[in-house]
């Protein structure tokens, strides 16, 4: 065991690192091997060459990394890698952006035991009963709207 491997195990470990920051996601196998190639490498500068020797691999291990982490985020390295748009749209549009407003009158399609679908003019929705059990094809009206809920009653019963 001499210097070339541990020089070998130091830039092993450098461009696992690099790999898992840049080319594979999460904290993996290879930033797990990369570690270990690290602690490897500077365990065995401590075991062959004393403890002299050990601190200046730990520190120039350390120095190395810092430096290279510095200039990785100081290039445009991570600007062709992250995420440059910001999205705009939602997952489920609300009511008002399908056109329903309280007041509007339409039919259950199914039982709303509380919940179930409704169908206003020719806009089918998901609906909440304000008032227990509603049987289908039952006239409904539109209550009240919290959030991306909407609440119904029958017609009968306003």
């Known amino acids: 065991m001499g210097i070339g491997l ?6 092993i470990g450098l461009l696992l690192l690099i790999a898992e920051m840049v080319i594979l996601p ?5 930033g797990i ?3 270990a190639s690290f602690i490897g490498a500077i365990v065995a500068a401590f075991v062959q060459f004393g403890n002299t020797v050990g601190f200046l691999f730990l520190f120039g291990s350390l120095i ?3 430096v290279l982490v510095f200039f990785a985020l100081r290039s445009k390295t991570w600007r062709k890698i992250t995420l440059k748009h910001n999205i705009e749209e939602k997952a489920i549009p609300s009511p008002e952006d399908k056109g329903i407003t309280v007041g509007m009158e339409g039919i259950s399609l199914t039982r ?6 409704g169908r206003f003019g020719n806009i089918t929705v998901e609906v909440r009963s304000s008032q227990g059990l509603i049987q289908p094809k039952t006239p409904i009206r539109v209550v009240y ?13 306003i």
């Open 6 to 11: 541990i020089i070998t195990l130091i830039i």
């Open 26 to 30: 999460g904290f993996g196998i290879a």
């Open 33 to 35: 091997l990369g570690l």
């Open 64 to 66: 190395l990394c810092g």
């Open 112 to 117: 709303l035991n509380p919940a179930g679908n």
């Open 145 to 157: 709207i919290e959030g991306l809920s909407i609440f119904v009653s029958p017609i009968e019963n």
